[in-house]
């Protein structure tokens, strides 16, 4: 099931409207700033506590996953319902949906996906990579590509998003994945760089991990 139009869809509209829309509604930028992940220090705490609940509640080698949603920053993550009784998570596509239009309402998009490795190393596994292009395509974020030569600078629309694993011990490996219009897939690793905020002052971590707990002992 697709949510997002594809990059292919979008691009060969005959749709003047929607072609003046994109030049408002995406941002502009260096294809450099793609390459550093912005997460809120809230988001990243969670990211910490449901990693160790899962640890904790579950078998060691069961992976749990969770989604990014955010702006420009990772704001906040959203757990999507899962079954955990295998080894290695398979996203569910549906679920995206659903959390999708959640998500619409608030004006954040879901940037990608994140799951936990327990205390095992963080690189992509066959079925991370499989997981990692599924939410590429039921996502819908683009942005505006400037590229400077010499004097001019061109400018194209690529579709991404982010994939990321973390461990226990506070590891991660966070890919980003691109394409041009009818250009290829391409993935690229990124570094994920910690934004402090403040909303999280009254939030209770604890209980978050015991709900993260119960929810994953199922
Ligand atoms: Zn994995």
Not at 50 to 66: D, G, M, P, T
Not at 140 to 160: G, L, M, P
Request: hydrophobic residues 35%; neutral net charge; proline residues 1%.
């Amino acid at each position: 099931m697709k949510i997002g139009s594809s990059i292919e869809e979008l691009c060969n509209a005959h749709n003047n409207i929607l072609k003046t829309e994109l030049n408002f509604r995406y941002r502009e930028i260096d294809f450099e700033n793609l390459l550093t992940l912005k997460i809120s220090e809230f988001a990243y705490k969670k990211v910490k506590t449901v990693v160790k609940s899962a640890f904790e509640a579950l078998n060691h080698a069961v992976e749990s996953y969770w989604l990014f949603f955010g702006d420009n920053i990772i704001q906040d993550i959203i757990i999507p319902y899962q079954h955990v009784s295998h080894a290695f998570v398979e996203v569910d596509g549906i679920n995206i949906l659903n959390l999708k239009k959640i998500i619409k309402e608030s004006n954040l998009e879901i940037l990608g996906w994140g799951h936990s490795h327990a205390d095992f190393g963080v690189f992509f596994s066959t079925t991370d990579w499989r997981n990692q292009e599924r939410v590429f395509n039921e996502t819908s974020n683009y942005v505006i590509i400037r590229r400077k030569k010499e004097n001019t600078v061109s400018k194209v629309i690529i579709k991404y998003s982010y994939g990321s694993t973390f461990n226990i011990h506070e590891d991660n490996f966070v890919q980003l994945t691109w394409q041009e219009p009818r250009g290829s897939i391409q993935h690229s690793r990124v570094n994920l760089e910690i934004i402090p905020s403040k909303n999280y002052l009254n939030f209770n971590f604890n209980s978050y991990g015991q709900e993260i707990q119960k929810y994953f002992s199922k």
